[in-house]
Antibody, heavy 119, light 105 residues
Framework: QVQLVESGGGVVQPGRSLGLSCAASGFTFSNYDIHWVRQAPGEGLEWVAVISADGKTIFYADSVRGRFTISRDNPKNTLYLQMSSLRVEDTAIYFC????????????WGQGTLVTVSS | IVMTQSPATLSVSPGERATLSCRAS??????LAWYQQKPGQAPRLLIY???TRATGIPARFSGSGSGTEFTLTISSLQSEDFAVYYCHQYSNWWTFGQGTKVEIK
């Protein structure tokens, strides 16, 4: 079955960096666009970034552009999110999410990994 | 595109019908999905294309609408349906509504 497992979350000070990973299994990873979506504690969902199946097309939310970098390693079935210049408002659960087709709805979500930015 | 859900909280008795609304600030055509999220869990896709149930979703969940006005209806609430529901447009970038919490009356 489709599985997405995030890792790498933790507590980090403002201004520092942190890297997240998402290990995929149960489907042909290289065929699917993958997104990062985050959810601040007790809040709603916020789209963060997307990378196309071949890794050549990338988009970011305004709130993270220039600070976050999304990438993927298709032979390793792994998605990454490198976060730098972290802010308190980046505190959230980060989910990696598969889409059904490019530009389509989000059909499978990982369980998420919590990033806490605090001094 | 700003997605606005109403009401913020809906109190419903088990077995009753629940109707949730979602409005888009501009047309998203039928590029609208609904997700259910329970505490401590990831969201789960319920409806996509405004009205198509995702795999394994019970028939008591139905979606309707197009353009800027959308509705999720749960025909007879079961205990496992009490959760937060989000609408999501994927027509022009990706944005979510703020959620509607369906709670036990």
């Amino acid at each position: 079955q489709v599985q997405l497992v995030e890792s790498g979350g933790g507590v980090v000070q403002p201004g520092r960096s942190l890297g997240l990973s998402c290990a995929a299994s149960g489907f042909t990873f290289s065929n699917y666009d993958i997104h990062w979506v985050r959810q601040a504690p007790g809040e709603g969902l916020e789209w963060v970034a997307v990378i196309s199946a071949d890794g050549k097309t990338i988009f970011y939310a305004d709130s993270v552009r220039g600070r976050f970098t999304i990438s993927r390693d298709n032979p390793k079935n792994t998605l990454y999110l490198q976060m730098s210049s972290l802010r308190v408002e980046d505190t959230a659960i980060y989910f990696c999410v598969r889409v059904t087709v490019p530009g389509g709805p989000f059909d499978y979500w990982g369980q998420g990994t919590l990033v806490t930015v605090s001094s | 595109i700003v997605m606005t859900q109403s009401p913020a909280t809906l109190s419903v008795s088990p077995g009753e019908r629940a109707t949730l609304s979602c409005r888009a600030s501009q047309s998203v055509r039928s590029n609208l999905a609904w997700y259910q999220q329970k505490p401590g869990q990831a969201p789960r896709l319920l409806i996509y294309g405004a009205s198509t149930r995702a795999t394994g979703i019970p028939a008591r969940f139905s979606g309707s609408g197009s353009g800027t006005e959308f509705t999720l209806t749960i025909s007879s609430l079961q205990s496992e349906d009490f959760a937060v529901y989000y609408c999501h447009q994927y027509s022009n970038w990706w944005t979510f509504g703020q959620g509607t919490k369906v709670e036990i009356k």
